[in-house]
């Protein structure tokens, strides 16, 4: 760095430092809201990265469309590689550097534990976290931080009190990912269960994401003589799963997690026929089940991502998620109106009434309170006929319990 | 001439030491990245760049450090200050044991091997749940700066790292530059002949390997205190890999290599990002490649061609061959 | 003893897929002395190469055949290109140009085919066979066989024919091959060449069973490394013997040792092969290397 540079730099870091002081809305101006932005764009975890781009597209819409009163949206996001240390250096980027007025949907469980504190230390709002941990609607610890999606212990939850209503005689082999995400949904199950999960669960089976195939597992799982199969995979696993229990001519009651229910990505691979019967829980709708064709819901998305996301693929359920998130974050900020204060901000996404989106499930609402920072509580029970879910029962409500 | 360098350190070290007056928290954070993964690079590199014992398994002895220091602060509340030599006495006592079976394998299949104990450690840090907290990992406060200095956090932070680095960099030296040191580059460059000098080759390539594992265990302890948290997947393989791409790109066997290899893998990718968002490794892949090219020898290794280029003029081409690495190390 | 069975039929058939890959990374090795960390990621692409050309229309025979060509000049290619500026550097700068390439490869294919899996036809039936209680699935069987069929080609190419022996010499002695007049440059091409038509049958007979992704290999590649170690990076037949060794070992393991479990599957695997290592430091199959001094 030459010396101009350097001297350029000081400068601006100083200028930077000025602003932050006087105003009581960092980040917002009469014409501006800077939102901070972290997902992995590169590594392992790379998948993800169609989120951020969706929402980016969306929040170019909203712009194209006159903004929210009259501010243009600056979506500022970062890679984090899914790793901690990097997660960490993005936000501290955003806060402290780009002064963007909160923190929206970092994901995964690992990276947004490694900013919990520092967020709710500094007071900035870290809206919409995307994980299904249960530990992000905690306000009277963690005031600043709100999740979004449904957490996966209410979606175990769901699962165990199906089996208890509906099985005779149960008994329950479990196949999860060795990480966060799979030992959350299973500890949703297994308290779901109750004192009764001891003797219902006859056998647990793990593996790491590292693995070439699940094979050896779905073989102990049947061996095992469990009738019921509760299925706590990502979607590569899942499609294995669905198809070698087939081959083996294995059929349980199969119950399989939210997180791989896409019909085009998970159940077309491992075969259709190989995945009928099985029954997942949802909130989303699913952009690869022919049941939503007309649906003008899944219409209207469709023509966005035509519109403003051509690259991406209308196959891919992150998408749809993306966009709504997106679309409940401007719901957020219309209703604070001309405060954009963190303070309002965190107060305004604390107080959402009913909101349905076009992509949610209906019947679907949003609600949050001041003691309730689960957004999403809402989820319903499907089964696959071989082409579509079939929506079945009551919507479940977790708050209501 | 050397008066020249000196004073160039001088300035460095000063400018080392206002620079938390001068930056943001942020940039500070940054900054203290860099100095852990010079810790830790500096110590794959005396493995693997002096001692030619190549180690895709480091990310492992990291991780060990990490969780270290986690565990001590979190579930015996063990004030962190005591925490980090801890963590490298500890790392040292594994390195040692790893190295001792290890002395059997050779080049490609030592490698490999180390590369198995990196992906073997998250799986194992997942099982001892009781004290490592499982997959949700160890939540920690970041260390709060001893009273009457009037720095913040951040400060506090920079200049601990700044500290253990540089006395970790000059005790490398004078291991390096010693007896020792020339016991363990001999090892690296003829192991036939260093056992007919009388070199204890296998305890000398045990010793290499704790001491390795020691620094990197400090670097993971070090930076677990920075980023406040630990959880067993932000170790997987690919750090290891990075911790090799970092003393490759910053010159093997090369002291200053390792400050120079933690800047890259620091900040290389975070360049890539703001280029492109869309395919951000394809572009960081071609920086590897094209660093590769214009520096085969590492940033240090070019550094000193360019340095030696310099004060012989005369001699441009054809000049010191550069096929001993350890000639860089001079350099530093 | 029917699980016993079933885990070591379902350990050979993952086995194979480590086995596959493992292939190719021995056969590099052999031909050049580098490890090719992108050796999954070429194979990776290729498979994707073949599905745009299925998904195209073409006949499933004919795709594979014109992916094995892609595959094979666009190793060449690499090798031209990519490695020759490093030729002589030391050999860890070539892991990193290597490592290079792995990330380019994942990124590329992410961001031109997407994240979401695609599934890949196979050439066998799917109907999966079954014996007394015992079930595999067709394709498991036919890749497997496919692997012994490529490993005799290998195999007949390096002892019978004049480019295999061409490329043997100019990998154990490049100065002498080139005083016979071997173009040595160009036999490292053609190595990496053939190892990216291996790769790309790995992952065209892979495919099938974990599906396409662009992450689809790194945890094959993970295993086919571990596979060469066990069998000997020096021996071809060693690598496919041992992605069999280490698919049934692992089964095994995480059904039997059960105060283990499956949560440490893979570390009690990677234990296994380093206590085979320790008596064995070659591998099984491999030759100690003898150096002059």
């Known amino acids: 760095m030459d010396r101009r540079r350097f001297v350029l730099a000081l400068v601006l870091i100083l200028a930077a430092a000025g602003p932050a002081l006087a105003a009581d809305m960092p980040g917002v101006t009469a014409t501006e809201i800077k939102i901070g932005h972290t997902n992995p764009y590169s590594g392992n975890a790379s998948a993800y990265g169609t989120i951020g781009k969706v929402e980016a597209a969306y929040f170019r819409k909203v712009n194209e469309e006159g903004g929210i009163n009259g501010r243009k949206i600056t979506f500022i996001s970062y890679d984090d590689a899914y790793s901690p240390p990097k997660t960490v250096e993005m936000v501290r980027r955003l806060v402290e550097q780009d002064q963007v007025a909160f923190i929206f949907q970092t994901l995964g469980t690992p990276t947004n534990s490694a900013i919990h504190r520092y967020v709710n230390q500094q007071k900035v709002p870290h809206l919409f976290v995307a994980t299904g941990a249960t530990k992000w609607g905690d306000p009277k610890n963690f005031p600043w931080t709100m999740g979004w999606q449904p957490t996966y212990q209410t979606e175990g939850h769901i699962y165990a009190q199906y089996v208890l209503k509906n099985v005779p005689d149960p008994k329950i082999g479990i196949l999860y990912q060795n990480d966060d995400y799979g030992k959350d949904y299973l500890k949703g199950f297994k308290d779901g269960l109750g004192d009764a999960a001891r003797k219902l669960i006859v056998l647990e089976q793990s593996y790491e994401v590292t693995d070439a195939t699940i094979d050896s597992q779905i073989v102990n799982l049947k061996n095992s003589g469990a009738n019921v199969f509760f299925n706590v995979t990502t979607p590569k696993f899942a499609a294995q799963a669905i198809k070698k229990a087939h081959d083996i001519g294995w059929k349980p009651l199969h119950l399989l997690n939210n997180v791989s229910s896409s019909v085009g990505a998970v159940l077309k691979p491992a075969g259709l026929d190989a995945a009928r019967g099985i029954i997942t829980t949802q909130y989303l709708k699913d952009p690869t089940d022919p049941q939503w064709k007309n649906d003008p819901g899944f219409k209207e998305w469709l023509a966005f991502m035509k519109k403003y996301y051509p690259e991406g693929n209308t196959q891919d359920g992150f998408n749809v998620y993306g966009y709504t998130v997106a679309q409940t974050l401007v719901h957020v900020l219309r209703q604070a109106g001309n405060d954009l204060s963190r303070a309002n901000i965190m107060k305004q996404a604390a107080a959402i009434r009913d909101l349905s989106l076009p992509m949610l499930l209906p019947g679907i609402k949003i609600n949050t309170g001041p003691a309730d920072f689960y957004p999403i509580e809402q989820e319903q029970l499907a089964r696959f006929d071989g082409e579509r879910w079939v929506l079945f029962g009551q919507v479940y409500d977790a708050s209501k319990k | ?332 | 003893m029917e699980t016993f069975l079933q885990q070591v039929v379902s350990g050979l058939a993952t086995g194979g897929i480590y086995g596959s890959l493992a292939l190719a990374l021995v056969m590099i090795y052999q031909a050049t002395d580098v490890v090719n960390y992108a050796q999954g990621e070429m194979a990776m692409f290729s498979t994707y190469l073949a599905w745009t050309l299925i998904n195209a229309g073409a006949p499933y025979w004919a795709a594979f055949l014109a992916t094995l060509v892609i595959a094979f000049a666009g190793g060449l290619l690499i090798e031209r290109v990519v490695i020759r500026p490093v030729e002589n550097a030391p050999i860890l700068t070539i892991v990193i140009v290597c490592i290079g390439l792995l990330v380019i490869l994942n990124s590329l294919a992410g961001w031109i085919y997407s994240y979401i899996q695609k599934p890949f036809p196979s050439p066998f039936p799917s109907r999966p066979i079954r014996i007394g209680s015992i079930v595999f699935g067709a394709h498991d069987l036919g890749a497997i066989g496919v692997t012994l069929v490529v490993l005799l080609l290998l195999y007949l190419f390096f002892r019978h024919t004049t480019l295999g022996l061409a490329m043997r010499a100019a990998a154990q002695n490049p100065v002498s091959s080139r005083l016979c007049g071997i173009r040595v440059g160009w036999m490292l091409a053609v190595g990496w060449g053939l190892a990216a038509a291996v790769g790309a049958v790995a992952g065209m007979m892979v495919a099938p069973i974990v599906f396409l992704d662009p992450n689809m290999m790194a945890g094959i590649l993970i295993y086919a490394f571990a596979s060469a170690t066990l069998g000997g990076f020096t021996s071809p037949g060693g690598a496919v013997v041992g992605g069999l060794v280490v698919g049934v070992v692992e089964n095994l393991a995480g059904t039997y040792v059960t105060f283990i479990g499956t949560e440490l599957k893979l570390t009690t695997a990677l234990a296994v092969i380093l206590v085979v290592l320790l008596v064995k430091p070659s591998g099984l199959f491999g030759r100690a290397a003898v150096r002059r001094v």
Request: with cysteine; glycine share 12%.
């Open chain 2, 1 to 332: 001439m050397r008066a020249a360098w000196l004073a160039l350190g001088l300035v460095l070290a000063g400018a080392a030491a206002a620079l938390p007056f001068l930056l943001s928290g942020f940039r500070l954070f940054q900054f203290t990245q860099v100095f852990v993964y010079a810790i830790a690079l500096l110590g794959l590199n005396v493995l693997t760049g002096y001692n030619g014992q190549i180690s895709l398994g480091h990310g492992a002895f990291y991780a060990v450090g990490a969780y270290a220091a986690a565990v001590m602060i979190d579930r015996w509340g063990i004030a962190y200050g005591w925490t980090i030599p801890a963590a490298g006495l500890l790392c040292f006592a594994v390195g040692f044991l790893f190295g001792v079976p290890a002395l059997r394998l050779e080049g490609l299949y030592l490698a490999l091997a180390t590369f198995a104990l990196a992906l073997a450690v998250p799986q194992i840090l997942k099982y001892f749940e009781h004290w490592t907290g499982g997959s949700q990992g160890i939540v920690l406060s970041r260390p709060e700066p001893p009273r009457g200095l009037g720095l913040t956090a951040d400060q506090w932070l920079y200049y601990l790292a700044l500290g253990v680095l540089a006395v970790l960099f000059v005790l490398a030296r004078n291991l390096l530059r010693g007896r020792t040191g020339r016991a363990i580059v001999a090892i690296r460059d003829n192991p036939i002949a260093a056992r007919a000098m009388g070199v204890n080759s296998a305890l000398y390539k045990s010793l290499t390997f704790g001491v390795s594992a020691a620094y990197t265990g400090v670097a993971g302890a070090l930076g677990a205190l920075a980023v406040a948290f630990v959880a067993p997947d932000a170790f997987n393989v690919f750090l290891s890999i990075t911790f090799l791409v970092g003393i490759v790109i910053g010159g093997l066997a090369s002291v200053s290599g390792a400050l120079w290899g933690a800047l890259f893998i620091q900040f290389v990718p975070n360049w890539a990002q703001d280029i492109s968002k869309a395919a951000p490794w394809a572009i960081y892949g071609v920086f590897l490649i094209l660093f590769m090219y214009a520096m085969p020898r590492g940033i240090a290794g070019a550094l000193g061609q360019a340095r030696a280029r310099l004060a012989r003029p005369g001699r441009q081409k054809g000049g010191p061959s550069w096929t001993g690495d350890a000639s860089c190390s001079r350099w530093s």
